[in-house]
């Protein structure tokens, strides 16, 4: 698990998915994750699928989407932070650039 944050105020909770699905994007095939979002110490991720039934505690998403809306959506919320690449740090408009160079 990697977390992002704090669970009691906002925090991000990737979990690595044991089967993901195929993709041909590489950077989508590459970041499929459970994906947790904590707001207050609640998982506002907790849902159960309509057609089955089934109750899941995360979101099974590439996190390269959610990545990507964060620093498209909230540029100006982290104009002053750095979202750490390996070797590097950014702030959320490099990361956008990089992203959408990738």
Do not use: C
């Not at 909770?13 to 499929?32: C, F, H």
């Not at 740090?89 to 490099?94: K, T, V």
Request: hydrophobic share 45%; glycine share 2%.
């Amino acid at each position: 698990m990697i977390l992002f944050g704090r669970p009691d105020v906002f925090a991000l909770k990737l979990l690595p998915l044991a089967d993901p699905p195929r993709d041909n994007d590489r950077a989508v095939r590459a970041t499929w994750a459970a994906l947790q979002i904590w707001v207050s110490s609640r998982n506002l991720s907790m849902h159960t699928h309509s057609d089955t039934g089934r109750f899941d505690d995360a979101l099974h998403w590439p996190v390269i989407y959610a990545v990507r809306w964060l620093t498209r959506s909230w540029i100006e919320f982290f104009e002053n932070q750095t979202w750490p690449i390996p070797g590097l740090q950014r702030n959320a408009r490099d990361l956008a650039s990089v992203l959408d160079a990738h």
